[in-house]
């Protein structure tokens, strides 16, 4: 079993920064690409960010400078750094990862249950 966990959402005024963090856990034998995605009210969930093993990352325009995406890969872990934040952040935030488990011969996509973000003043 393979399970990934979020922290780190909550509520957060415009301008402000939030912190989220990923562990994958269980039996794990390798993790290929981790990203986050969210899922804006009435939108569908589109990805926000994403990261390879070796560190190489991508972005959605919308987050460019603003958002950073990170890995430990020794903890199974990403980390999502947000600054700037917008009110059109407001989102629930998954966490998603292409593990292959110690039963598994391939990598496929796991999904956390979320974590939800909100941008008010």
């Known amino acids: 079993q393979v399970q990934l966990v979020e922290s780190g959402g909550g509520l957060v005024q415009p301008g402000g920064s939030l912190r989220l963090s990923c562990v994958a856990s269980g039996s794990i034998f390798s993790i290929n690409s981790m990203a986050w995605y969210r899922q804006r009210p009435g939108k569908q969930r589109e990805l926000v960010a994403a990261v390879t093993t070796g560190g190489s990352t991508d972005y959605v325009d919308s987050v460019k400078g603003r958002f950073t995406i990170s890995r430990d890969n020794a903890k199974n872990t990403v980390y999502l750094q947000m600054n700037s934040l917008k009110s059109e952040d407001t989102a629930v935030y998954y966490c998603?990862?292409?593990?292959?488990?110690?039963?598994?011969?391939?990598?496929?996509?796991?999904w956390g249950l979320g974590a939800r973000v909100t941008v008010s003043s």
């Open positions: 998603h990862a292409a593990v292959r488990a110690t039963s598994d011969a391939n990598h496929r996509p796991y």
